[in-house]
T-cell receptor, first 114, second 114 residues
Framework: DVKVTQSSRYLVKRTGEKVFLECVQD?????MFWYRQDPGLGLRLIYF???????EKGDIPEGYSVSREKKERFSLILESASTNQTSMYLC?????????????FGEGSRLTVL | GESVGLHLPTLSVQEGDNSIINCAYS??????FIWYKQESGKGPQFIID?????DKRQGQRVTVLLNKTVKHLSLQIAATQPGDSAVYFC?????????????FGKGTHLIIQP
């Protein structure tokens, strides 16, 4: 089975702190994604990557950056956390440049910024 | 703006009845659609998908219907069980195809009444 692992299930940070959310997948997938999920808004794409060291902005990239130094690992970085970044963050992966589109998700990281 | 949406935020059905969850999309160029189920505290999980060259696809107890004329997608769950209680999301390929991830609707919370 595909496994996408997010290292932290729950985090509490203070405004202005730098936050790292880590994600690892074990299926040798080329594509990796970071979404945030908020009540009433569904899932919104922050950033994605289709290859090592490559990154593309999603629909809501402001306030975030990403790092993909290894194929299996995709990190989401909040340079200076703000309260409006309190959310559930979901990492996902998929295989191939013209893959079916199915994403495999991790269990999520719930971030609270105080 | 969002191109995939759902008609109802909440749907309540009796155990044993059939459930129908609806979704409207606005991008007529979309060629791949997918339904996810998200249980409380977990990441979204794949249920069923359909390509635009089909209008119906069946899985185990689930059927997805695609009406391209009116840009409408539905998920039918037969003989609803307590374990079907979850939030259901429809999604479509973003413009770049499978490598660019999915655009999600806001979700419908399916509640099963005993």
């Amino acid at each position: 089975d595909v496994k996408v692992t997010q290292s932290s299930r729950y985090l509490v940070k203070r405004t202005g702190e730098k936050v790292f959310l880590e994600c690892v997948q074990d299926m040798d997938h080329e594509n990796m994604f970071w979404y945030r999920q908020d009540p009433g808004l569904g899932l919104r794409l922050i950033y994605f990557s289709y290859d090592v060291k490559m990154k593309e902005k999603g629909d809501i990239p402001e306030g975030y950056s990403v790092s993909r130094e290894k194929k299996e690992r995709f990190s989401l970085i909040l340079e200076s956390a703000s309260t409006n970044q309190t959310s559930m963050y979901l990492c996902a992966s998929s295989g191939g440049t013209r893959a079916t589109g199915e994403l495999f998700f991790g269990e999520g990281s719930r971030l609270t910024v105080l | 703006g969002e191109s995939v949406g759902l008609h109802l935020p909440t749907l309540s059905v009796q155990e044993g009845d059939n459930s129908i969850i609806n979704c409207a999309y606005s991008n007529s160029a979309s060629d791949y659609f997918i339904w996810y189920k998200q249980e409380s505290g977990k990441g979204p999980q794949f249920i069923i998908d359909i390509r635009s060259n089909m209008d119906k696809r069946q899985g185990q107890r689930v059927t997805v219907l695609l009406n391209k004329t009116v840009k409408h997608l539905s998920l039918q769950i037969a003989a609803t069980q307590p374990g079907d209680s979850a939030v259901y999301f429809c999604a479509e390929n973003r413009s770049g195809g499978g490598a660019d991830g999915l655009t999600f609707g806001k979700g419908t919370h399916l509640i099963i009444q005993p």
